[in-house]
């Protein structure tokens, strides 16, 4: 329970503590001082080993790292592969549909993030029809309204789990009961939330789930993972595939595709092996400190947040209703107020946080962050609001 979690206990294990307020966990996590280990390791396997190392872990690595990140999410062996990134698993999943029928309607909302759009947008081409359920407040879609527009036609809903810029937490739940109940499949983007909020593949009876690594799993960029259910894995033959995804590889058959039959149908060509091996290291410290216990620290980190910010006069177009919030809070700007100015300002106090247009500043503590640092953000963001207009932001930045 959070009562006993306490941040210290973990500090010392991700360098860049020690000299920033580092609140930017939704962008990229602290890095944890064992990739040092893992680099150290792949590259001394790599001088020593040569060839061989291919044979010694790092053809399988996609696979094997997929194992250690998919405990994370109770996921069972075997059915985790790592990719680069989620741009490159949803354009494998969409290469995998058929939208010939009149089974081919795509079904996400506004929140979604953007590349996710280009990807299914792109499918349009393929035959597919996209709705778009748009949000009233900037901030999500009640579930009833995107639950009303999964039906029989609908082919698949690819969904943030936790909306990148207000942080909304969907029901993930209710989207794969409603989408079960009619036939179509979900694949949730779980970018935002695993690592902060607790994600169960089993519980969630959920399709397929895809995300990566850099923000709250601190395992750096270059580790994307695609988990599918076991029973859907043979119905999928991607149309952008490569050689490891062939039932043998090293045969180098000519012609179509002969797919592998488990997991390794959806891998592509030659893995990211030094990406992958220092995902690794985020992965396990997350595991050590557990999900639930980040997800209470984190609650109880941004609702403090949260009051202390309505009471200097901020407005939070972030979820009110922590049950429906990820991790991260956005403080809301006012019109003349320069985000990036804001930013820009606390960097120069060594306050790292970030800002989106359109919706505010993006602040998220981790397992690592102290009550005492979301206290300076906010004296912080108090005193730079009162000090100058936003004109003064931009021209004597210098001077914070
Ligand atoms: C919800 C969500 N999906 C996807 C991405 C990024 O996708 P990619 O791995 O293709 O860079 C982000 C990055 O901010 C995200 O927040």
Redesign the pocket.
């Known amino acids: 329970m959070s009562q006993a979690h306490n941040p210290d206990d973990w500090r010392d294990r991700f360098p860049i503590l020690a000299e920033t307020t580092y609140l930017v966990n939704?962008?990229l996590g602290a890095m944890p001082r064992t990739v040092f280990d893992k680099l150290q390791a792949y590259a001394e396997q790599w001088a020593t080993r040569g060839v061989r190392a291919w044979g010694e872990g790092w053809w399988t690595a996609p696979v094997d790292v997929g194992n250690v990140l998919g405990r994370l999410m109770n996921a069972p062996e075997n059915t985790v592969v790592m990719h680069?990134?989620?741009?490159?698993?949803?354009s494998i999943v969409a290469s995998a549909m058929d939208f010939s029928g009149t089974r081919n309607k795509v079904v996400y909302t506004d929140q979604?993030?953007p590349?996710?759009m280009y990807v299914w947008e792109a499918m349009r081409r393929q035959g597919a029809r996209i709705e778009c359920v748009a949000s009233e407040d900037g901030i999500g879609v009640p579930t009833e309204r995107l639950l009303e527009a999964i039906d029989e036609e609908t082919l698949i809903v690819p969904i943030?789990?936790?909306?990148?810029k207000s942080s909304y937490l969907q029901d993930a739940k209710a989207i794969c009961e409603r989408a079960r109940e009619v036939g179509a499949l979900v694949l949730l983007?779980t970018?935002?939330s695993l690592g902060t909020v607790p994600v169960d593949v089993v519980e969630l009876g959920v399709d397929m789930v895809c995300?990566?690594s850099?923000?709250w799993l601190c395992g750096g960029p270059g580790a994307?993972y695609l988990y599918v259910r076991e029973d859907l894995l043979d119905t999928l033959n991607p149309g952008i595939t490569g050689w490891a995804a062939h039932a043998e590889p090293f045969a180098f058959e000519q012609g179509a595709q002969r797919f592998a039959p488990g997991i390794e149908r959806l891998l592509h060509g030659s893995p990211a092996v030094p990406a992958l091996f220092a995902a690794s290291a985020g992965y396990e410290i997350v595991s050590e400190v557990g999900v639930e216990t980040i997800r209470a620290w984190s609650v109880s980190s941004t609702e403090s947040l949260r009051k202390r910010m309505l009471d200097a006069g901020f407005s939070i177009p972030s979820p009110s209703d922590p049950a429906q919030r990820g991790g991260t809070i956005t403080i809301g700007l006012n019109e003349d107020e320069n985000g990036p100015a804001f930013v820009s300002a606390l960097a120069d106090r060594g306050i790292l946080v970030d800002h989106r247009p359109g919706a505010g500043i993006r602040v998220s503590p981790h397992f690592y962050t102290r009550a005492e640092e979301l206290e300076e953000f906010a004296a912080s963001m108090v005193e730079l609001r009162e000090k100058r207009s936003w004109r003064d932001f931009l021209n004597q930045k210098g001077s914070y």
């Open positions: 939704h962008s680069q990134n989620v741009s490159v698993i949803e979604n993030f590349s996710v943030s789990h936790v909306c990148f983007d970018y935002q995300g990566g850099v923000k994307g």
